[in-house]
């Protein structure tokens, strides 16, 4: 698993910030009830914008790809500031919306949201998907290793496609599926979006494995009342060596990075 440079490095954000306006404004607006921002943006290039979303001490930096976008709010209640950039020269950026605003919402319910890289509406093929496979299933748990057997089944890793893997990378769950196989990246976002499409909260995660020692994605699902790490990429690659596995991984073998 090739390693992806997903987040930009703080210090090409190291500009001096004005005072941020308070709440929506025509470019950032916020969606209490999902736990969402969305940016509209109309240009006819987006590769020299960044979006960076700010709570606390914590941040993360986002590609721009169209006028549309909608970025999670993961950090849970609290005050953020969300901030539209363009490039300007090797490593300044100049502002060009920024706004803070403050937050309360259930923890799980931005799990469970369409965002830019876990991006699913009801009637898309992945969670058509989802709702036939667990149309009979009483449980959460039953949903989650249905939709789990399903990925390590039908999709296979892409080695060919990890080598040549570009920071601006993107997954979508209908390539994915339509292609058959992708990297731990497509793995992560496919599940996600499986299942929130089916109402069960779940998180893409990156960091460290101590299976892989490459910069890597997986999920965890919240079932019974707890968050459970599920890596299908590894799965998959100890199922073809006929290795033993356990669907739910030890929280001591990964470290997070980031999660959306």
């Not at 500031?81 to 309360?104: H, M």
């Not at 920071?167 to 979508?172: A, V």
Request: glycine share 4%.
């Amino acid at each position: 698993m090739k390693k992806i440079v997903f987040t930009l490095i703080i210090a090409l954000m190291l500009v001096v910030l004005p005072e941020p306006a308070y709440g929506n404004s025509e470019i950032i607006t916020i969606n209490a009830d999902c736990g969402t921002v969305s940016i509209n943006y109309d240009t006819t290039d987006y590769s020299d914008l960044k979006v960076m979303v700010k709570k606390g001490s914590e941040r993360y930096f986002y590609n721009l790809y169209s006028s549309d976008e909608e970025l999670p709010l993961q950090m849970g209640s609290g005050e953020y500031i969300v901030g539209l950039y363009r490039k300007v020269a090797d490593i300044k950026y100049k502002q060009i919306e920024l706004t803070t605003f403050n937050l309360s919402l259930n923890d799980n319910t931005v799990f469970l949201a369409s965002v830019q890289n876990i991006a699913w509406q009801s009637d898309c093929q992945a969670a058509i998907l989802a709702k036939e496979l667990t149309k009979d299933m009483q449980s959460d748990t039953e949903k989650v290793k249905i939709v789990y057997d399903y990925l390590l089944e039908n999709i296979e890793y892409d080695h060919e496609k990890a080598k040549n893997i570009c920071s601006r990378y993107l997954p979508k769950a209908a390539a994915t599926l339509a292609d058959g196989k992708g990297i731990c990246y497509d793995y992560a976002s496919l599940m996600a979006v499986m299942l929130r499409s089916v109402n069960i909260p779940t998180k893409l995660v990156h960091g460290h494995s101590q299976f892989t020692s490459d910069y890597h994605a997986w999920n965890e699902v919240f079932i019974d009342g707890q968050w459970i790490i599920v890596d299908t990429t590894i799965d998959v690659a100890y199922e073809a060596e006929d290795i033993e596995i356990t669907f739910a991984k030890d929280a001591a073998d990964y470290e997070v990075i980031k999660v959306f």
